[in-house]
Nanobody, 126 residues
Framework: QVQLVESGGGLVQAGGSLRLSCAAS????????LGWFRQAPGKERDFVAA????????YYADSVNGRFTISRDNAKNTVYLQMNSLKPEDTAVYYC???????????????????WGQGTQVTVSS
């Protein structure tokens, strides 16, 4: 079992920045692929970014590529999402997720993750 706790959400003006953190309870954190997803009201949960467990390769949704950066600190059992140049359309609840068996082919797919945090709200005002 892995427990994930997100933090760092809040209200920010368009063009601003936020850094989300997700702390994991498990010591073998380095063995897990990690992802960030987001869900706006009335919409499906969408992929935002992911980082592999092996070589730390990163993947991004087209809508955030170049603005968001995912990173992990295995010593702190924490994954981060640095969000820059925020837009009102980035407003959503952001979730982190972890899975031990994700491959590069499935790392952007929400159903492939077994463990999820409770989410943190990000609101970007125009």
């Amino acid at each position: 079992q892995v427990q994930l706790v997100e933090s760092g959400g809040g209200l920010v003006q368009a063009g601003g920045s936020l850094r989300l953190s997700c702390a994991a309870s498990r010591r073998s954190f380095s063995n897990y692929a990690l992802g960030w997803f987001r869900q706006a009201p009335g919409k499906e949960r969408d992929f935002v970014a992911a980082i592999t467990r092996s070589d730390g390769s990163t993947y991004y949704a087209d809508s955030v590529n170049g603005r968001f950066t995912i990173s992990r600190d295995n010593a702190k059992n924490t994954v981060y999402l640095q969000m820059n140049s925020l837009k009102p359309e980035d407003t959503a609840v952001y979730y982190c997720a972890a899975d031990r068996f994700n491959s590069r082919a499935t790392i952007s797919q929400a159903p492939s993750y077994d463990y999820w945090g409770q989410g943190t709200q990000v609101t970007v005002s125009s």
